[in-house]
């Protein structure tokens, strides 16, 4: 079992920049591949970007390429996504997402555990 407890969300105006965190506690953290997934109002919950077990592979949604990145720290059990250039587009809540295999997947089922969500706003 593992315990994720997501931070940074805010409101932020269009071109802005946030940083989320992801605290995990537990279950070995450097075992799992993380995954960031959002969630919009009336929309499906949709990939983000997501990070393999050691941080040396890396995707991405194709809405979000070029403006985020994921990253980890194995040492300190914290997923990392820095928003930048957020759009009115970007506002959702982000969830982190761990699933215990080596790679990553882009389908929200291949995640066993979620945390409880940031809300992120970019106003326009």
């Known amino acids: 079992q593992v315990q994720l407890v997501e931070s940074g969300g805010g409101l932020v105006q269009a071109g802005g920049s946030l940083r989320l965190s992801c605290a995990a506690s537990?279950?070995?953290?450097?075992?799992?591949?993380m995954g960031w997934f959002r969630q919009a109002p009336g929309k499906e919950r949709e990939f983000v970007a997501a990070?393999?077990?050691?941080?040396?592979?890396?995707a991405y949604a194709d809405s979000v390429k070029g403006r985020f990145t994921i990253s980890r720290d194995n040492a300190k059990n914290i997923v990392f996504l820095q928003l930048n250039s957020l759009k009115p587009e970007d506002t959702a809540i982000y969830y982190c997402?761990?699933?215990?295999?080596?790679?990553?997947?882009?389908?929200?089922?291949?995640?066993?555990?979620w945390g409880q969500g940031t809300q992120v706003t970019v106003s326009s």
């Open positions: 997402a761990a699933r215990y295999a080596s790679t990553w997947r882009r389908g929200p089922d291949e995640y066993a555990y």
């Open positions: 537990g279950r070995s953290f450097s075992s799992a591949a």
């Open positions: 990070i393999n077990w050691s941080g040396g592979s890396a």
